[in-house]
């Protein structure tokens, strides 16, 4: 199945283009011990410290993902 990744990119590329590193994964119809979301947030945290800006889709799964692990 595919599912969204989550990816660093350059800012002049196109949206399915090339990237520079995948930092997680989404998955909407995961279901048993399939995992639905997983981000490196440590590669998150580096990517923004160098200037990249999380879309808004990004962002909130990136705080969907700290708050489910917080809870944990």
């Known amino acids: 199945p595919r599912f969204p990744n ?9 949206r399915d283009g ?9 998955n909407p119809v995961a279901s048993g011990a399939e995992q639905p979301l997983r981000v490196a947030f440590d590669r998150v945290e580096h990517w923004a410290k160098n200037g990249a800006q999380l879309s808004p889709t990004v962002a909130r799964l990136v705080g969907e993902a700290k708050a489910k692990t917080a809870a944990a």
């Open 18 to 26: 090339r990237f520079i590193e995948r930092v997680g994964f989404y």
């Open 6 to 14: 989550i990816v660093a990119a350059a800012a002049g590329t196109r």
